[in-house]
């Protein structure tokens, strides 16, 4: 009988490295495609402040009401 279960449990072996590497690979492709996505989304936003023109100056003036 073993005194103390975390020390027990700390001696068994866990998944090993090879075990883990096909999950691994998958994180890896996840954090590279929302890194593209994320420069993608930069890039366009950049580009839609640089070619959207500014508005233009509103020609029409309100009539203010005359002093009664």
Do not use: D, Y
Not at 24 to 42: E, P, R
């Amino acid at each position: 009988m073993q005194l103390n279960p975390i020390l027990a449990t700390a001696e068994t072996a866990g998944p090993s490295v090879l075990e883990a590497l096909p999950h691994l690979a998958g994180m890896l492709m996840v954090m590279i495609t929302l890194a593209v996505l994320w420069s993608v989304c930069a890039v366009t936003a950049k580009l839609v402040r640089t070619f959207t023109p500014e508005p233009a100056a509103a020609t029409t003036q309100v009539a203010k009401p005359a002093a009664t």
